[in-house]
């Protein structure tokens, strides 16, 4: 079952532009993360944030949280061309088997 | 240096054949993880791990098997009753509930 929807599902900028992308879920978590994933390629662990915080940074990643709203968002900001990729957000629901569940995507495309 | 290993990159079976996709970690994770992804979607869980000579089904476990005799170890078999098996296939490990999953590079299964 998919548990994150993200939204938009593709969003093109200028490089230098910020980027944010949302994601919405539908049960309780323990912890909500981020992933990038590169055409073809595996996903790269990017953020991880607790069901008990509401912000976290690093480097230009920006991630919040709204556990009322069942709600995250990812900003980049001053993004590359290298930014461009699919950023998943994968939930960790209260239920335990320490398995993630992923959202549908965003391709994010950076363009020159 | 520590990560993941998926292979092989490529592989094609005709309709009716088993085919075994290989897992290896060498980060001493205990739980490991199998997702699929079709094209353009987000990761489903399949199979995964939480511990040697233990396994779980995901949420699309029909027509897959699974082993973990070994720690480092973690192979999925397609079986010939999953009916639409050509997908990209990922691996991942995670060393713990607070942490993000490594995956490897992935398999691209392809039918003929």
């Known amino acids: 079952s998919q548990q994150g929807e993200e939204d938009p599902q593709a969003l093109s900028i200028q490089e230098g532009e910020n980027a944010t992308m949302n994601c919405s879920y539908k049960t309780s978590i323990n912890n909500l993360q981020w992933y990038r994933q590169n055409s073809g390629r595996g996903l790269v662990h990017l953020i991880l944030i607790r069901s008990n915080e509401r912000e976290k940074h690093s480097g230009r990643l920006r991630v919040t949280l709204d556990t009322s709203k069942k709600s995250s968002s990812l900003l980049i900001t001053a993004s590359r061309a290298a930014d461009t990729a699919s950023y998943f957000c994968a939930t960790a629901d209260t239920g335990g088997g320490n398995k993630l569940t992923f959202g549908t995507g965003t391709q994010l495309k950076v363009e020159l | 240096d520590g990560g993941i290993t998926q292979s092989p990159k490529y592989l094609f079976r005709k309709e009716g054949q088993n085919v075994t996709l290989s897992c290896e970690q060498n980060?001493?994770?205990?739980?490991m993880y199998w997702y699929r992804q079709d094209p353009g979607q987000g990761l489903r869980l399949i199979y995964y791990s939480q511990i040697v000579n233990d396994f779980q089904k995901g949420d699309i476990a029909e027509g897959y098997s699974v082993s973990r005799e070994k720690k480092e170890s973690f192979p999925l078999t397609v079986t010939s009753a999953q009916k639409n098996p050509t997908a990209f296939y990922l691996c991942?490990?995670?060393?713990?509930?607070?942490?993000?999953?490594?995956f490897g590079s992935g398999t691209r299964l392809t039918v003929v």
């Open positions: 991942a490990s995670r060393e713990g509930v607070r942490y993000g999953y490594t």
């Open positions: 980060l001493n994770h205990d739980a």
